[in-house]
């Protein structure tokens, strides 16, 4: 592989918290240097920058792709060539696919799958029980041999306290990460919005903030009782985070994400029965969605992702209550997080390492920083340029974006995963 050279870029470093312009040197797959003018290797290729800036890969920890079993939504092919053009150069995949990911067998199929056709990295999750049922444990040891970074059940929580006990027990003794859905099955089966004043005048079936935060309190507790790592995937109340700050003070070992239609999006985006913002968990209140800008800020959030999970047309096509679920966020998770930069005041370091940096250490991956000896996957974008998003031009099998026709500031220019380019 040629060595590359990046002439003149805007050096975003989330674990300096730097932004200066300079020159970055990537050999053999990885980060070899930074300077400023220095000479060019001879046979590289040099990639002129002209001040554009330049950070670390993006690295999702939430993406649903839908091999196996559901290939015409989205493959392996199409979200690596999605996950390219947004600038996310590592993909963590949800296990609640069909069947599961919850056998050796089924992870190596999607790990050989994903090697063999996806532009990017893909680092699978396993299932933290059987069928993604929450009744019986997988086999952790085997998965984990297998590749599978953490464990979870996707968007299905674990219901029974014991047997999600008896998880964390057997992930402490095999040190592995758990990401657990913090939404309580019961409270949510039915409720397709908030509950408050604006789902009752619309006439949606609603579900209480309190879902979220009775389980992730009980999640929590768990946790702190059996030391385990331990991870609440896509937050989205201010109460969510009372609770998280005093997890931390307490020192517990917990992490968390939002999903950006969380910290974009709010309820009065579903006024007019608009399906494709149609989420889980559903959009929140405004004090919501500006808590969960405040946590970032603050540092208590430590993830963004894009929950992406793709459906088709007839999946999203229909009465708001019976709609699916979900929208597609591979191409969209940069220029609508960077309104975090422009808008709320996030510095870019401080954006990239929630986008990038913090996944990465938590998925055991050498990237997310701009150090040498780094993975050399990296993103190259405008973060000022002007765009309407328009959910046809998406790489994606799905269209199904919460943010059509949503004017943001952002364009990817390229893409690189081990210094190969893959989008631009």
């Known amino acids: 592989m040629r060595p590359v050279v990046f002439r003149d870029a805007r050096l975003i470093d989330p674990v300096r918290g730097t932004e200066e312009r300079g020159d970055l040197l990537a050999e053999r797959g990885r980060i070899a240097g930074r300077g400023h003018g220095e000479g060019v290797p001879e046979g590289a290729t040099v990639v002129e920058c002209d001040g554009q800036a330049l950070a670390p890969g993006i690295v999702d920890f939430n993406v ?23 600038g996310v150069t590592t993909i963590v995949t949800q296990p609640d696919t069909d069947p599961p990911i919850d056998d050796p067998a089924v992870l190596e ?93 619309r006439g949606l079936p609603s579900v209480p903030v309190e879902a979220e935060a009775i389980m992730l309190t009980r999640d929590i507790r768990i946790a702190a009782l059996t030391g385990t790592r331990y991870h609440a995937d896509c937050i989205s109340s201010a109460e969510s985070l009372a609770i998280l700050r005093r997890a931390r003070e307490a020192g517990l070992d917990v992490t968390c994400s939002v999903a950006v239609p969380h910290v974009s999006l709010n309820e009065l985006d579903i006024a007019d029965f608009r399906t494709f913002s149609k989420v889980s968990p559903p959009l929140r209140h405004e004090d919501d ?44 998770i940069l220029p609508v997080s960077l309104d975090l930069h422009h808008r709320a005041g ?39 340029a002007p765009r309407r998003l328009d959910r046809k031009a998406l790489l994606s099998k799905s269209k199904n974006s919460p943010f059509h ?20």
Do not use: N
Request: aromatic share 8%; with cysteine; charged share 25%.
């Open 289 to 332: 969605r500006a808590a969960m800008e405040e946590g970032l800020r603050e540092g208590l959030i430590d993830i963004i992702v894009s929950a992406h999970r793709p459906w088709d047309e007839e999946a999203k096509r229909l009465p708001f209550a019976q709609a699916a679920s979900g929208g597609v966020g591979l191409e969209t």
């Open 109 to 201: 199929f999607v790990t050989r799958r994903a090697r063999e056709v996806c532009a990017v990295r893909v680092l699978p999750k396993a299932t933290l029980t059987k069928g993604a049922a929450g009744q019986e444990m997988t086999e952790y040891r085997f998965l984990l041999d297998a590749g599978a970074v953490a464990f979870g059940d996707g968007e299905r929580a674990v219901a029974d306290p014991v047997v999600f006990r008896r998880c964390l027990q057997y992930a402490r003794s095999v040190d592995a990460l758990v990401c657990h859905f913090p939404q309580e099955p019961h409270f949510s089966a039915l409720g397709c919005a908030t509950e408050g004043l604006f789902a009752t005048l």
């Open 64 to 86: 649903t792709i839908g091999e196996p079993g559901a290939r015409h939504r989205e493959s392996f092919k199409s979200g690596g060539l999605a996950a390219a053009a947004g």
């Open 346 to 384: 996030l510095s870019l370091p401080m954006l990239f390492e929630r986008l990038s940096r913090t996944p990465a250490r938590l998925a055991g991956l050498e990237a997310g920083t701009l150090e040498p000896g780094a993975l050399a996957d990296l993103v190259l974008f405008d973060p000022d």
């Open 405 to 424: 026709e949503r004017l943001v500031q952002g364009r990817v220019l390229g893409t690189w995963v081990g210094g190969r380019r893959v989008f631009g």
